[in-house]
Structure formats: structure tokens, C-alpha cells
């Protein structure tokens, strides 16, 4: 079976239907006293005597348990069940939210992270992890407040401080195949206040803005795996996107004057 970022985002969405509760060190597998006895075992400083008495009151109720990191490896490790039929346990990668940080091949401070459902979000200590499902909303196992269990939460309501493609599955969203770069020789006038930017992409460094009615020359034109298109300033390495709903209210931010001799 093939695991995939839009498949983590679907597994996540039915765990939302599910019974939950936070289950340090859980893997999503329902709530039976012989569970709760081996992970109590395992972790004794997270599963006090009051905590215990709230887990063994849900036996035979149809509950399923896991922590935030045990989410996203039970999604790769044969999914929802009990610990008799679980299926696809690697040891290899049964990752705390750190260490798969830091075995991810992609991944970056939250400023940069691009919109990509499936991508994992995380805390500055590295001590929660959580699933990016896009439109600024994120699922996680929480126990915090009044949340107990698998939540959806708003991406801007998390302290999150890093992301990372989880280098268990495949990212089949396209959001980090390499853009299409055409050369061209445009004349462009402005509609608004768009930012150039270092790079062709909204989480690039901002480097000012574009002066509306002004005309500029591009010699690239960019178009990104999610569809957007950039030009890239000439004799620059400075981008402008030509639509963003991003920028300055949104919609068309330039529009095509002409072309320029290249001097060839």
C-alpha cells in the first residue's frame, strides 16, 4: 500500500468521526484495559492513577487511543485497530515528533511552509505534531484545555513552529515538484502594490513592492506546481506574482502591455 499525504489527510478526517482520547505513547488502537496496563507500563509518569480511572471507564465503548506523533505513525502503520490485528508496525520508523524531524529530507521554519495538505506541523521543543489539512485548519491528538482526543483545530490557534514533509509517505500534492520556467521578453503594467519577492513563491523574502501604473519588463515567466504564475523582474533575481489572492486584495495584479526587443 502506497502512503500518501492526501491519504494521511483523509485518515485524519475519519479519525475526527472516531471515539478518541490522548493516549501517550498510543497508536490509535482501541481502549482495553490490557492497553492501557501496556502503555501505563511503558510510561508511568503520564499515566497517573486519575488518568487511568478515565481510560479504563471507557472499555467495551467502542474508544480508540493515541498521542499526536502516534496519529500520524498509525495513519503508515496499517491504521485504526486493535493491537492483536495491527498490521505494518516498523520499528525503524516509529519516530518521536524530533526525531522525525529530523529524518525528513523536507521541512523548514514555519514561515517558509508552503500550503500543502498532509505536511506536519510542529512546536518549537519539538513536543507536539500535527497534520496541515489546508484552509488554515490543522487535525491533532491533543490533551490540552477541554480537548481530549483527535481535534481540528485553526493553523493560526497552534504555536507551531516548524514543518516537514513526514519522510514516512510520499507528498503526491505536486506543491514540491519543481516550478515550469518559460523565457519571454514581456512588458508589464502594474494594478496594484505587489511585492517582489526573492523567489517565486509567497513564503519567499519580500524585497518591496511593485508602484502601481508603473511599467516593469520580465524575462521569465514562472508557473508554480499549484498553478499560481510568477515573472521574474529582468536583469533581477526579484519575482512578482501576476495573480494572488495573497496580495494587496487579491485578484489580477498586472496586466500584459506589450513586448521588448531582447536584443538578439
Excluded at 529530523?102 to 498532509?118: F, L, S
Aim: aromatic share 12%.
Amino acid at each position: 500500500m502506497a502512503y500518501t499525504n492526501s491519504g494521511l489527510v483523509k485518515y485524519c478526517k475519519d479519525a475526527l468521526k472516531l471515539k478518541t482520547k490522548y493516549m501517550w505513547g498510543g497508536l490509535m488502537r482501541e481502549i482495553t484495559t490490557d492497553y492501557i496496563n501496556q502503555l501505563a507500563g511503558m510510561y508511568p509518569y503520564q499515566y497517573p492513577s486519575s488518568r487511568k480511572q478515565t481510560l479504563n471507564a471507557l472499555v467495551n465503548s467502542g474508544y480508540y487511543g493515541c498521542d499526536c506523533v502516534g496519529l500520524v505513525k498509525s495513519y503508515y502503520f496499517g491504521g485504526v485497530g486493535t493491537a492483536k490485528n495491527a498490521k505494518g508496525y516498523d520499528g525503524s520508523k516509529d519516530y518521536g515528533v524530533g526525531s522525525m524531524y529530523i529524518a525528513a529530507k523536507v521541512k523548514g521554519k514555519i514561515a517558509t511552509m508552503p500550503q500543502t495538505e498532509g505536511i506536519l506541523v510542529m512546536t518549537a521543543d519539538f513536543g507536539h505534531v500535527g497534520v496541515y489539512i489546508g484552509n488554515g485548519q490543522v487535525i491533532e491528538c491533543t490533551l490540552h484545555g477541554s480537548k481530549d482526543g483527535v481535534v481540528q483545530t485553526a493553523f493560526s490557534a497552534g504555536s507551531w513552529a516548524y514543518w516537514c514533509q513526514c519522510p514516512c509517505i510520499d507528498d503526491d500534492t505536486s506543491a514540491n515538484a519543481a516550478p515550469k520556467v518559460e523565457n519571454c521578453n514581456k512588458i508589464y503594467r502594474s494594478l496594484g502594490v505587489a511585492a517582489k519577492r526573492k523567489g517565486a513563491s509567497n513564503s519567499a523574502t519580500q524585497a518591496g513592492r511593485c508602484e502601481r501604473g508603473t511599467y516593469y519588463l520580465a524575462s521569465q515567466i514562472v508557473t508554480a506546481p499549484d498553478g499560481r504564475k510568477w515573472f521574474r523582474h529582468i536583469g533581477t533575481d526579484l519575482y512578482s506574482a501576476l495573480t494572488d489572492t495573497l496580495e494587496s486584495g487579491g485578484g489580477k495584479l498586472f496586466e500584459e502591455f506589450g513586448t521588448y526587443s531582447s536584443g538578439k
